[in-house]
């Protein structure tokens, strides 16, 4: 196949999707930290890990993250496959778990404890720390309705954001949102306040109006974030019975010394959530404040058309925590590099490699050979502590020329002595062969 003729037209369409991005090596080692710290803490909670699908059918979204919400109205990613079905990449993970919950009958299984990590996908309008394709690490505990529950939640999340070294520059805000026997009330509330200043709001919240006026008080407009300040909040209207598990809730973050904000204009953008919702926010991210948020959806599993049972999760934009902590983690550089000079040595160097990685040393092995010098220059930039020269008298009498990188000390050894003395630094000597 002739494939010269369009190589013109390819090379200008080869880039990413708007909003989605590589995530190159040189970040690479962050982000694996970042997922096994999670693993590392929420194992100890006692979360496995789920993995779902990342493409769901598309009425999974509309039915758990709510219809008026702006992910369903106009950010999903949804398609009709081969079969005409319509499919959606997933925008967030908790309607999955949900899903994947009632699916395996897991109230058999009380309290279900699991956390994930992947992919979202939300038509966003991409800026930093916002993205079309953007990943979370989130978690979530199905049964417990206590109020302990979630305070664990959220000792939880400050737990793993000290773990990767970002509590620091992080605020733990809270709210209760109320449940259905005393949101309808708040809701009145707020239709009567926007209502007489609807003029002033743009026009999503206009017919938010009408629909959901929860979600004006989430909207990132100037002027409805303005309206929002001094509008009806959650905490004049919660029944006793919220009242109660948000006292008790923060009554077990005092007692973990645990600082918060209560924030009672705080206001999460799906619909499924019920008393406590919580967010992580920073000053250090511009309008992309929040690194995590969450809280109680205890009506969800049963709206879903599972088995009533309460819950409580959250998720955090691994992106974001990632732009707090650019450059702290960097490639661990090889410890031995070997140079090769002329065809002989080249086998004696690929065997030297292979036994040293082998003891679990990290080796890089001059595999496009040039001059001493010009290997020597990859050497020094790749940063090894030592450096193996490889040439005909080496191959020869399988000795090794051991150069120390930062003293210039060299050493001849013979191949056996060589791999002990490389691999003994890196307290694996005693597993050379
Ligand atoms: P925001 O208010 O920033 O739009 P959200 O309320 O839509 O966030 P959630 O759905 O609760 O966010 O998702 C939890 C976390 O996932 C957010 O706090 C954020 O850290 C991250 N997140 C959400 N959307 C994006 C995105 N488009 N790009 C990068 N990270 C995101
Ligand atoms: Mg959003």
């Not at 509330?189 to 002033?200: E, G, M």
């Not at 919660?238 to 009554?251: A, K, M, N, Q, Y």
Request: aromatic share 8%.
């Amino acid at each position: 196949m002739d494939h010269s003729k369009n190589t013109q037209e390819n090379t200008t369409t080869l880039t990413t999707i708007r909003g989605m991005r590589d995530i190159l090596p040189d970040e690479t080692p962050l982000w694996a930290r970042l997922e096994q710290v999670a693993r590392d803490i929420f194992g100890r909670y006692g979360y496995r890990e789920l993995r779902t699908p990342i493409l769901e059918k598309s009425g999974l979204f509309a039915r758990a993250v709510g219809e008026t919400t702006d992910i369903v109205e106009k950010e999903m990613y949804t398609f009709a496959d081969r079969n005409g079905d319509s499919l959606t990449l997933r925008p967030e993970g908790t309607a999955s778990v949900v899903r994947s919950f009632i699916e395996h009958g897991m109230d058999r299984q009380l309290p279900w404890r699991v956390f994930y990590m992947g992919p979202m996908f939300r038509y966003e309008r991409p800026q930093k720390g916002r993205y079309r394709q953007f990943h979370q690490i989130g978690c979530e505990l199905f049964g417990p309705a206590t109020a302990v529950a979630d305070a664990e939640v959220m000792s939880m999340v400050m737990s793993y954001l000290r773990a990767v070294g970002v509590s620091s520059q992080l605020t733990l805000e809270i709210n209760s949102l109320g449940c259905p026997s005393c949101r309808p009330a708040f809701r009145q509330s707020l239709t009567d306040y926007f209502s007489a200043l609807k003029s002033n709001l743009c026009e999503d919240c206009q017919r938010r109006l009408e629909r959901n006026p929860l979600r004006i008080l989430d909207c990132k407009q100037e002027q409805c974030r303005e309206l929002s300040r001094n509008s009806p909040h959650t905490g004049q209207h919660l029944c006793g019975g919220c009242e109660e598990h948000f006292t008790s809730v923060r009554g077990f973050l005092d007692g973990l010394s645990q600082p918060y904000q209560v924030n009672n204009h705080l206001m999460r953008g799906l619909d499924y959530y019920t008393r406590t919702a919580f967010e992580v926010t920073t000053l250090q991210l511009g309008a992309q404040n929040t690194v995590a948020a969450g809280g109680r959806y205890d009506q969800l599993v049963a709206d879903m058309g599972g088995p009533a049972t309460p819950a409580v999760g959250f998720a955090m934009g691994v992106e974001r925590l990632a732009l707090l902590l650019a450059g702290q983690d960097t490639v661990k550089p090889p410890l031995v590099y070997v140079a090769t000079l002329g065809p002989a040595a080249v086998l004696l160097g690929l065997q030297l490699a292979e036994a040293l990685r082998g003891c679990g040393v990290g080796v890089e092995l001059a595999l496009a050979g040039g001059s001493l010098k010009s290997q020597m220059k990859k050497a020094d930039r790749c940063g090894a502590a030592h450096t193996v020269i490889l040439g005909d008298e080496e191959a020869t009498h399988r000795t090794l020329l051991i150069r120390e990188m930062a003293t210039g000390e060299q050493r001849r050894l013979d191949y056996q002595e060589g791999l002990h003395f490389l691999a003994a630094g890196f307290g694996m000597g005693g597993m050379v062969p």
